[in-house]
């Protein structure tokens, strides 16, 4: 079975500091999704990353793929509140059923 | 507005009683899915589907049942076989193999069981 691990799960940093999150994932994989939730709501997909060197942006976000060491990181610059929220990464096996399987999340606290 | 809605936000049951919460989509997507949720946990797959009469067990698929008679709604119950009920429950959809292929999720429902 595919294990997806993420670290760090708890994650307090100051505003204006950079950070990274990282999700390793146990085999190989087509997809990696990077999603958001806030506080008692719903999920929101941040990120699809696709193929391996793939990097996408938005904001202070910033997510990467190397599907050679399985790995996706999620580099946080200059925080700003706002960015308070749990961060999911889920890696798509690339079988036909399209499931899903979810790291257990990044609770980010930024502070002032 | 093309969207999955939940119904309802929260529920709240008696030990021993089962609860159907309902999932509706209308984004035409052919994969549903129902995770669980609990603290510190992520979200835990409960059951899927990919086409109308068919669905599969997911990890945690034990005291939960489902149906998938329209292409558009998929419907979970929690029977009274469910040790442990209480928990946050989030539907989602998505078109498998087509297209990001990444799921979306509708607002959850919140359910207590006492």
């Known amino acids: 079975e595919l294990k997806v691990e993420q670290n760090p799960l708890f994650l307090s940093m100051q505003e204006g500091k950079n950070y990274t999150i990282y999700c390793n994932y146990s085999t190989t994989s087509d997809r990696l999704y990077w999603y958001r939730q806030d506080p008692g709501k719903s999920l929101e997909s941040l990120f699809v990353l696709l193929s391996n060197g793939a990097v996408k942006q938005e904001g202070r976000l910033m997510a990467s793929l190397d599907t050679k060491a399985r790995l996706s990181t999620l580099h946080i610059t200059a925080a700003v509140h706002d960015l308070s929220a749990t961060y999911f990464c889920?890696?798509?096996?690339?079988?036909?059923?399209?499931?899903?399987?979810f790291g257990r999340g990044t609770q980010l606290t930024v502070w002032p | 507005d093309g969207g999955i809605t939940q119904s309802p936000k929260y529920l709240f049951r008696k030990e021993g009683q089962n609860v159907t919460l309902s999932c509706e989509q209308n984004l035409n997507h052919d994969a549903m899915y129902w995770y669980r949720q609990d603290p510190g946990q992520g979200l835990r797959l409960i059951y899927y589907s990919q086409i109308v009469n068919d669905f599969q067990k997911g990890d945690i698929a034990e005291g939960y049942s489902v149906s998938r008679e329209k292409k558009e709604s998929f419907p979970l119950t929690v029977t009274s076989a469910q040790k442990n009920p209480t928990a946050f429950y989030l539907c989602a959809s998505s078109i498998p193999n087509r297209g990001l292929g990444e799921q979306y999720f509708g607002p959850g429902t919140r359910l207590t069981v006492t």
């Open positions: 889920a890696v798509d096996r690339g079988s036909t059923l399209g499931r899903l399987y």
